[in-house]
DNA sequence: TGTACATCAGTGAACGCGCGTTCACTGATGTAC
DNA sequence: TGTACATCAGTGAACGCGCGTTCACTGATGTAC
């Protein structure tokens, strides 16, 4: 019970005002940038008044930190959800990482929006508008994913020798691992430009053969 | 003499207002997005006032369209620049292309910004603040890398055949090429957010290394 | 060589609108006793 | 079971500032005759 007082402890049908404007605002975000996101369209689409905003959110460089926490964590869960069920399909790690990026490639080509986004990629293309912390926690987010595919390669390459054409170094590990952040960025921008939804899977899958092509 | 009148006949010193306020918008708009980049700023910058900007552009919209243009052709001279030095070095379609990605790592790696951008990827994340006909610069400009790296692939798999395991279709092609400007948008997005300007190069010497594992 | 006119590349003042932010207040719900 | 008080989730009005845009005007340079 006491440990339930983070969430409001009735389990109420009301969708939480601030949520509703995280998702607002991100949506809005990522279609405008950050500084062209009014708070009274945001408001608008939410149904309160600013005063009931800034309840919620100091300021704007608030709300844009939220916004990027809100992200890490939803991009972390996605990533661990997909690479679980990659490894419960084969124990070899190489098989189990090779089948989460097909599973990935096909959650992307998914997506019920063609022209989505990746905030941390907006946010990088305006980090004059964010103070140390915003910026640091982006940093962070994509550490995050060098961290964890460096680890699996590092697995991999315990078991799986990778061909000998390759000096499969530090900096190399860094540089493939970075490559699925890279693809991923690059991917959402050429499908949002070019208004197809197909390229960022078909990017993933490129991968997918690089890697095999490394390690098989 | 005629057809000199695009460009004032005089071979002036003075390097054209019009010219400078392109250089820091695009400076500015890389950093902040374009929303947040402000006439006021940019007349500061370069010395002149409101009238004299809109003497240049007859409104803000019409900035993000030179802005657009001038990246194009930057942007197609660069690329031509390198590919050509590449071809110069070797008469093979694949041994030039493979020296011309070298260079091109090497050229990335020199850059003294070490935060540069795209205006694409910019643009692309800011896209409902821009007409039709910006967006559709935007998305032409991509193309032109997606047409130019597939014509070289075509050029190398006539005379290097890919190795079997690969099926080396029209889909395969486009995604091979699209990598390029792929890997680009998301290295110079991944470099920029660490603070590190040895990841875009390193992503290139990648896609390099795919290449030539595809092909010898 | 001189004069009349046109164009270029701006100046400088004014405008109204929308934005982020503040603040005093309020009604509904939760908690203590 | 009833009352007093605190907290939550806002309302609603007001603010000043900066932004993009307009417009009448201007001095320097170029061109025609």
């Given at each position: 019970m006491a440990q339930a007082a983070r969430?409001?402890?009735?389990?109420?049908?009301?969708?939480?005002?601030?949520?509703?404007?995280?998702?607002?605002?991100?949506?809005?975000?990522?279609?405008?940038?950050?500084?062209?996101?009014?708070?009274?369209?945001?408001?608008?689409?939410?149904?309160?008044?600013?005063?009931?905003?800034?309840?919620?959110?100091?300021?704007?460089?608030?709300?844009?930190?939220?916004?990027?926490?809100?992200?890490?964590?939803?991009?972390r869960r996605v990533l661990d959800d997909i690479f679980t069920r990659g490894d419960a399909a084969d124990a070899d790690p190489l098989e189990g990482f090779l089948t989460g990026l097909t599973l990935f490639a096909e959650t992307l080509a998914k997506l019920k929006d063609a022209h989505p986004g990746c905030l941390a990629a907006s946010f990088t293309y305006q980090d004059q508008l964010f103070d140390r912390e915003v910026r640091a926690l982006n940093a962070e987010g994509i550490l995050a994913w060098r961290r964890r595919f460096r680890a699996r390669f590092d697995l991999i390459a315990a078991i799986h020798p990778p061909r000998e054409s390759v000096d499969f170094d530090a900096d190399y590990r860094d540089a493939l691992a970075d490559m699925a952040a890279t693809l991923v960025e690059g991917g959402l921008i050429l499908g949002r430009a070019l208004g197809d939804a197909t390229i960022l899977p078909g990017q993933i899958l490129l991968y997918r053969d690089f890697v095999k092509a490394i390690f098989r």
């Open positions: 969430k409001p402890s009735k389990q109420s049908a009301k969708p939480d005002t601030r949520e509703r404007l995280l998702e607002v605002a991100e949506a809005a975000v990522l279609a405008k940038g950050f500084s062209a996101t009014s708070i009274e369209e945001l408001i608008a689409a939410v149904g309160i008044t600013k005063g009931g905003f800034f309840y919620h959110f100091k300021d704007k460089n608030e709300l844009a930190r939220a916004l990027m926490l809100r992200y890490l964590d939803h991009d």
